[in-house]
């Protein structure tokens, strides 16, 4: 991988998560894991990514342990890839991302996939709400706030 | 932006979101412009980004429409950066991005920030429910199929 800024000094999950996955092809890598592909082959023939990139890119999934390795072949010994429940936990992300290019830059029809939620059968965008209230979580009816702040309001608002 | 592979070619709207947003920085430029941040010389203070790569990628989000400018000085002309109702809809995206930081790399305490949910007052990391029966969605309980399988299905359900 070339060369880059490092994120630190951002002190944000945002850039965190930005300093690991904000790159076009680890995000096609993540999202070929999800849809169950496994073996370099089958990433590198699906992405038609080239083969020196595609290592570097599993290669940093494996070190921030978003992927793991699996032998299933003795000899040669050959390996597999599979989403660690860090990368598993990266479902959202792919799925808001899905999300949005399908309702603002979406594939033709014939290639359109769509969710299915298996427990109900539905087809799904999904939605995001408040684990509280359940309430649709929106730009317009959250705010992003330091942390030490929320916790001071609460305790002052101890009777 | 360096030269790089377009793609158009893999047809589905993961790939066609990482097209638009799969970069680092521009998803910083986004984080900043949902925390309010519009002016070109804010954005550069607050992320230490290279004038000509803030430029680029800024005109790129003009470009592309998740970005749109407004001109609040006449002498000399000068102009601010202000979210779409498409840029707007990348909320789910952040969101996600942040919540995954801050479950697995997260800054410490002290730039730790929470998202207020306004309407219940709650502190909320948000979750990815079914628009239908809103139950929790993850990788394990959904599936992606190709659209047309999906409607073949319902077709043939019909009594």
């Known amino acids: 991988m070339p060369t ?3 994120f630190e000094h951002l002190r944000c999950s945002v850039a ?3 300093e690991l996955i904000g790159d ?4 096609l890598i993540l999202r070929d894991a999800f849809m169950g592909v496994r073996r370099f082959d089958d990433f590198q023939k699906d992405l ?12 940093m999934l494996c070190d921030n342990e978003i992927l793991l390795t699996r032998k299933y072949e003795d000899r040669p010994p050959r390996f597999e890839y599979l989403l660690t429940p860090k990368g598993k936990d990266l479902f959202d992300v792919i799925v808001a991302m899905w999300r949005w290019g399908d309702a603002w830059n979406p ?6 996939r769509i969710l299915v939620h298996q427990e109900c ?4 965008h999904g939605v995001v709400r408040c684990e509280h209230c359940n309430g649709d ?10 942390l030490l702040n929320v916790v001071a309001a609460r305790q002052s608002a101890v009777p």
Chains 1, 2 share one sequence.
């Open 4 to 6: 880059r800024k490092s």
């Open 16 to 18: 965190n998560t930005a």
């Open 24 to 27: 076009r092809w680890t995000t």
């Open 48 to 59: 038609g990514i080239a083969r020196n990139v595609l290592t570097d890119r599993l290669a």
């Open 107 to 112: 594939p033709a029809d014939a290639d359109l």
């Open 121 to 124: 059968g539905s087809p799904t």
């Open 137 to 146: 979580l929106d730009h317009r009816n959250t705010r992003l706030e330091p």
